[in-house]
Structure formats: C-alpha cells, structure tokens
Nanobody, 121 residues
Framework: VQLVESGGDSVQAGGSLRLSCAVS????????MKWFREVPKKGREGVAA???????DYADSVKGRFTITLDIAKNTVYLQMNNLKPDDSATYYC????????????????WGKGTLVTISS
C-alpha cells in the first residue's frame, strides 16, 4: 500500500483546508485509514480514523471541526479541516492500519510522507 498526501498550505486562523491522501495497492480499502499530525518536539498525535464501513473517530481536539471521509472509487481519503487554529499547525500524515481503528491508536502499517499545514493568527 502506498500513500501520498496533498493539500497542505498556509492559511489564517478560522479558515479551512481539505487534505487528500491518494492510496494505491491491492486490498487497501480493507484497512483502517488514519490521519496523524506531528510537530517537532511535541510528538505525534492521532487526529482521525475511519473504518472501511465509514465509522469515524476523532481526537477531542478536532471534534466538530475536522471530518474524515473515504472515497473508495477515487482511492482517496480526505480530511476536511474547518475553523482552523494556530495549534493545528503541523505536518499531517496519512496512514493505513490493519487493526485498531481509533484516532487515539498510534499504530499504522503504512505511512505517507506528510503534508505541511501552517495556520497563522
């Protein structure tokens, strides 16, 4: 499974961005798809996860603002981010996990290389 993120940008607080994760490889739709974010010296944080049947889970810090969706026909996972805050600034990574489909679970079997999101106040 290969993952390629895109959509990262620099926006002002209160704005919106949609991140995309293009997925390739056989059987990828059977995996749990996740979004993580990482800030240097602060570590990695699970943001959202979605199972193949569409059940989504979110970190408390993004609930009500972020939405993860899965488009199997387009081989893409999206993360819609609204009402962005400076604390949302990070490199965002897409991951595929065979088990443990929750936002809090840090595990992933396959990872993308990330896309940078910068939010200015």
């Amino acid at each position: 499974v290969q993952l390629v993120e895109s959509g990262g940008d620099s926006v002002q607080a209160g704005g919106s961005l949609r991140l995309s994760c293009a997925v390739s490889g056989s059987g990828w739709s059977t995996y749990c798809m996740k979004w993580f974010r990482e800030v240097p010296k602060k570590g990695r944080e699970g943001v959202a996860a979605i199972s193949r049947d569409g059940n989504a889970d979110y970190a408390d810090s993004v609930k009500g603002r972020f939405t993860i969706t899965l488009d199997i026909a387009k081989n893409t996972v999206y993360l819609q981010m609204n009402n962005l805050k400076p604390d949302d600034s990070a490199t965002y990574y897409c991951a595929a996990s065979w088990l443990h489909c929750t936002a809090a679970d840090p595990r992933g079997d396959y990872w993308g290389k990330g896309t940078l999101v910068t939010i200015s106040s």
